[in-house]
């Protein structure tokens, strides 16, 4: 049974302290108080999780993410499933939550400007290698560089983002047309979707709760990210160059985003 709709489970995770919810502004929310339905994001964690990646070696705390509003619709269905007896298709319910993921590394106590990541999810390229983006490298760069900062930081990772919000299959659609001749934006416009559809504002209320209001160095080539989180009032943000993982495989792609507005030049590209 899942730990998310199991009442009992709920309950015995909330006393030990590794399940609780974060409002908007990042501020925890005590136990048995009803904020606005959907306002909130619940959190598991910490969770110890040593990590390999290649030759990278690192212990994190995990903290798993998700949003209230899709809890309540996968619980609702849950509730329906035991009703009908219909455990084999508890599996199908995981497809329709995004379940967002902070790796901290080091003691957040100590902080004053740490090392933070906000990484898209990208299946081809963290979990297939894939060489078509530079996703993968950037990943596993991200926590080397976190993990050797004298600070320590965090990796957020946002389950939601496949394709910069379009989604794998939407994704896969725009590696044929990529192929045909257009970039990765155009590709975008041909299915009649948005350059950019990713959602910040929940990694916005994770950095406002794990990063608190210190100023923090984040890992990122576009300064389009950082105006969308201080959008949603995240504040104290330098930019940090984050170039990884170039091959004659994705220079294409990333001349692309480069003439789109991300910080990164000719001697990036090796050109």
């Known amino acids: 049974m899942f730990t998310y709709i199991d009442p009992s489970v709920r309950e015995r995770l909330t006393a030990q302290g590794t399940l609780f919810q ?5 501020a925890r929310v005590e136990p048995g108080t009803a904020p606005p339905h959907g306002s909130t994001i619940s959190v598991l964690g910490p969770i110890p999780l040593p990590l390999e990646l290649g030759d990278l070696q690192v212990d994190v705390q995990w903290f798993a993410c998700v ?5 309540g619709k996968i619980e609702e269905l849950a509730d329906d499933l035991r009703a009908q007896q219909g455990q084999q298709s508890f599996a199908t319910l995981a497809s329709y939550m995004a379940v967002n993921s902070i790796m901290v590394v080091g003691d957040p106590s100590t902080w004053k400007n740490p090392l933070v990541r906000v990484h898209s999810s990208c299946l081809t390229g963290d979990v297939f290698g894939s060489q078509r983006c530079e996703c993968g490298p950037q990943m596993q760069t991200a926590l080397e560089r976190i993990k050797n900062d004298d600070e320590g930081g965090m990796l957020v990772y946002m389950a939601g983002h496949e394709g910069r919000g379009i989604g794998l299959w939407a994704k896969a659609a725009t590696y044929l047309l990529q192929d045909a001749g257009e970039d990765t934006y155009e590709a975008n416009r041909s299915l009649g979707l948005p350059d950019d559809s990713r959602d910040f504002s929940d990694a916005a209320s994770l950095l406002k709760y794990f990063v608190g209001g210190k100023p923090f160095r984040l890992l990122t080539n576009n300064p389009k990210k950082v105006n969308d989180l201080g959008a949603f009032g995240v504040s104290g943000i330098t930019r940090v160059k984050h170039v ?3 091959t004659a495989s994705n220079r294409r792609y990333l001349s692309a985003k480069q003439d789109w507005g991300h910080e990164i030049s000719q001697e990036d590209l090796g050109s």
Do not use: A, C, K
């Not at 974060?22 to 990042?26: A, E, K, L, S, W």
């Not at 949003?67 to 809890?71: I, K, Q």
């Open 67 to 71: 949003r209230n509003t899709e809890l």
């Open 244 to 246: 990884s993982g170039v």
């Open 22 to 26: 974060i409002d908007r502004d990042g």
